[in-house]
C-alpha cells in the first residue's frame, strides 16, 4: 500500500442503523449495534477504514456519529484515535437533528468542524481498494468540487442495486441513475450491449471533496431547505451538483466490497480471504502458509482439543486437518480432528469440533461449532452454539446468518434463512429461503 504524507482528512459517516444486515448487526432483538462495529476479518469494520486511510497519509478523522448508542459504542473502540496513530474527533450531538440523509449530514457537519480544505467522505458498511494519490490526481486535473470514487460493473450487477455515473467525453460527471433496472441500465448507457458484458461506472458512496467550495455551494437557498428535511449524496446531492453546474468527476478505483446484507458481507469476506484486496492483506498479519494461503494465529496452533489431545500444529503435521486457501483463524481457537475449512473465518476462542465442515464461513467469537456440522456460505455471530451431533449433523447454506448467542439444536438444515440474537432452535428443516426468525413466535409457526 502506498504511503505518502497528505493534507487530506477522513469524514468517516457512522451513523447508519445497519438494517439490511441484520442479523449481523444485532447483539440481542432489541438492541442493534453499529454498521461501523461489524466484525469482520478479526476486526471491526471502521478499524480496516481508519488504518487503510492512515496507511495512505490521512492522520485526522472526523466521525458523523447518530445518537447516543451509536456515538458511545464508535468512542468507546476508537477514543480519540491514540490506538491507531491518528486523531478522531466526534459530531456533536446536538446536531444528530440534523443528520437527516448522508449528504445533509456531511453538509452540516463541514460547517460544525469549520473544515476549508481536502477531505475525503467515507461510508463504514463497505471496505474499499483504492489510491488516495491517484484520486487526488483526478480531482486536481479537473478542478472539480467533488470526486466520485467509481467502481466498473456489469450490467446485470447493476440493476436494482447500484446508483450509476454517466460521464461526458471529458470524464466530467453528467448525471446519475439511482439503481437503474436493466431496461433503464440500456436506455442510459445504450452503448452497453448485452447483460454481462460491458462495463457501467457505479458510485462507490466514496467522495474526495474541496470541503470550502462545497460549503459555499450548500448555502444557495434552495440546497440549504433540502438539507432540512432529507439529502442523501448518491440520489440527491449528487444530482443537484452537476445540474447546477458544479464541476463533478468520477475516478476509477481497484475494488469495492459491499457489506450491506449477509449475502454481500460473506461473499466480500471470501474475497478479502482470497487476496482479491492487496491493501487489505497487507494490513493483516503474515499468513501461516502461502499455498494455500492461509492464517493461523500462533495460540490457535498451540491449542488441544479435548477429545485427541493434539495440538493443531500436531493435526497439520499429520493431516487430520484440512486447511485450504483463504482461511483465516484467530487466538486461542480449539479446532477438532477430521475439520475441513476453506475460505473461512473464525474468531477468537471459536471451537470447530470433530468433523465439522466450514466452506465461505464466517464464525464469530467464542461459537461452538458442534461434530460433523456442515456450515457452507453462511455466517455464525458470536457466543453461537450448534449442537450438531454425527447421527444429526446442523447443516447450514444459502448465506444463512444466526444473530449472537443463538442456539441450533441437533439435525437443524437452514437454507437462505436469519435466525436473531438468543433464539433457541429446535431441529427445523425446509423453511423457505428468506426466512427471518425474530422471535419464539417465529419459530413457533414453523415447528
Known sequence: MAGGDSDTVGIILAGGRGER???????????????????????????WVIDACREQGIRRFYVVAQGLENRSQVKLLLGHGERYGVEVRYSRSSFDRYNVGSGAATLHNLEQWDLTGEALVLPVDSIFDFSLAELRATHHANNALVTVAAVARSPLEVAGKYGAVQTDSDGRVSGFVEKPNLAQVHEFFPGISGDSCGLIPTNAGMYLIDCGRLRAAAREPKLMRQAQQRLDWGGELLPWLVRNGHPVA???????????????????????????????????????????????HKSSLDTRDDVTGTTLADKLANGTVQIGAGVRIGRHVTIGA???????????????????????????DSAVIGPYAEIKDSY???????????????????FSAVGDGAFLW?????????????????????????????SSDDILRWV
Not at 432489541?30 to 466484525?39: E, F, M, Q, T, V
Not at 450438531?388 to 444459502?398: I, T
Open 250 to 296: 468520477a475516478h476509477h478505483i481497484a475494488r469495492l466490497g459491499d457489506l450491506g446484507n449477509v449475502e454481500d458481507y460473506l461473499v466480500t469476506l471470501r474475497n478479502v480471504l482470497a487476496g482479491d484486496y492487496p491493501q487489505m492483506n497487507q494490513l493483516m498479519t503474515t499468513p501461516h502458509s502461502e499455498r494455500p494461503r492461509f492464517w493461523v
Open 410 to 438: 441437533p439435525g437443524t438444515r437452514l437454507s437462505g434463512v436469519s435466525v436473531y440474537p438468543r433464539l433457541k432452535v429446535p431441529a427445523m428443516a425446509n423453511l423457505p429461503s428468506g426466512t427471518a426468525l425474530t
Open 21 to 47: 444486515a441484520k442479523p449481523i448487526t444485532l447483539e440481542a432483538t432489541d438492541y442493534i449495534r453499529s454498521k461501523a462495529l461489524i466484525p469482520f476479518a478479526g476486526r471491526r469494520l471502521i478499524e
Open 338 to 364: 477430521d475439520v475441513r475449512l476453506e475460505y473461512s473465518d473464525i474468531g477468537d476462542g471459536a471451537e470447530v469440533r470433530e468433523g465439522a465442515s466450514l466452506v465461505g464461513a464466517s464464525c464469530g
Open 380 to 398: 455464525v455471530g458470536p457466543m453461537v452454539e450448534i449442537r450438531s451431533e454425527r447421527a444429526q449433523p446442523v447443516r447450514l447454506d444459502g
